[in-house]
C-alpha cells in the first residue's frame, strides 16, 4: 500500500486494542499497514527508571482511502 493513497485509521499506545482493531479488519477483509514506534529505545539502553515501558510503544494502523469509512465505522470511530 502507497503512503500517499492510504490514511491512517487507528493510533495507540495498547497492543490489546491493536490486536482487536486489526483483528475486525482482518474478518472483514480489509486490507491494512501498520507501523510500531518505540519511544523508550532509549530508556531501554541507558536505563528505564520511572518509565512505562508498556505504553512507550506506539501503534499506527492504515488503510485505503478509499476504505476508510467502512473500516472507521467497523471499529467503533
Known sequence: MFFWNRRELWM???MEEYAR????????GIRYDFRTVDAARD??????LGVDLAAAM???V???KDEFSRAA???GR
Open 58 to 60: 506506539a501503534y499506527y
Open 62 to 64: 492504515y488503510v485505503r
Open 21 to 28: 482493531v486489526t483483528g475486525l479488519l482482518r474478518g472483514a
Open 73 to 75: 465505522q467497523l471499529i
Open 12 to 14: 495507540g499506545t495498547s
Open 43 to 48: 530508556a531501554r539502553r541507558s536505563g528505564s
